[in-house]
């Protein structure tokens, strides 16, 4: 066969990255707290791995500015964005100094001491219990050790590079 379904494109960085754009996601700011500092990024790679016990894995780029603080910290707070919070999406998307970053919202804590942010429509408070590298990241094992959601709020998606604020009801 012939046919565009059967030859496979090759496999490039921009290959792989275009067909991933494909794919809508929640989106995340994680934020983390303790011995290394305050930090937070924006994140989508986010994944449930197992409720038995409750684990989420977090894919964090090692080049990030803060990873030295998430990795020192050893815990983290997955808050999971409510539709109307492109804002703070971007905010921790990059290049905004962290200060910035935390000025943009409010925020109270759990159980781990990472901030957990006001309006989020979930809250997975963690400790990380083992990393792993793979090429430019760091894939995290999280155990949840608190839970806070509000279920109420309609959720944001990540999809062909845009945000899609999602509709309730
Ligand atoms: C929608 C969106 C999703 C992102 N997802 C991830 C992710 O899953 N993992 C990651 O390491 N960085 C992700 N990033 C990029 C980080 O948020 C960003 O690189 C991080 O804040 C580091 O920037 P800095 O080094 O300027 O602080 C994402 C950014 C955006 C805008």
Redesign the pocket.
């Known amino acids: 066969m012939t046919d565009a379904l059967h030859t496979p494109a090759a496999v490039t960085l921009t290959s792989f990255r275009d067909a991933m754009a494909r794919l809508g996601a929640a ?1 995340h700011v994680v934020t983390s707290d303790g011995p290394g500092g305050r930090a937070g ?6 994944c449930s791995v197992t409720d038995s016990p409750p684990t989420l894995i977090v ?3 090692r ?4 990873y030295p603080a998430v990795v020192a910290n050893g815990v983290l707070c997955v808050n999971t964005l409510a539709g109307g919070q492109a804002g703070i ?2 905010t ?4 905004t100094p962290m200060a910035e970053r935390f000025a943009a919202g409010t925020w109270s804590t759990l159980e781990t001491g990472a901030p957990v942010l006001e309006g989020a429509i979930a809250h997975f408070d963690c400790q990380i219990t083992e990393r792993t590298a793979v090429g430019t ?1 760091d894939v995290l094992l999280c155990q949840v050790v608190a839970i806070h959601s509000d279920t109420a709020a309609p959720g944001l998606l ?1 999809l062909d590079r845009a945000y899609h604020a999602l509709h309730g009801g």
């Open positions: 989106v990024f924006t994140a989508t790679a986010v894919c964090l780029n080049n990030a500015s803060a999406s971007n921790f998307g990059g290049k990241h990540y």
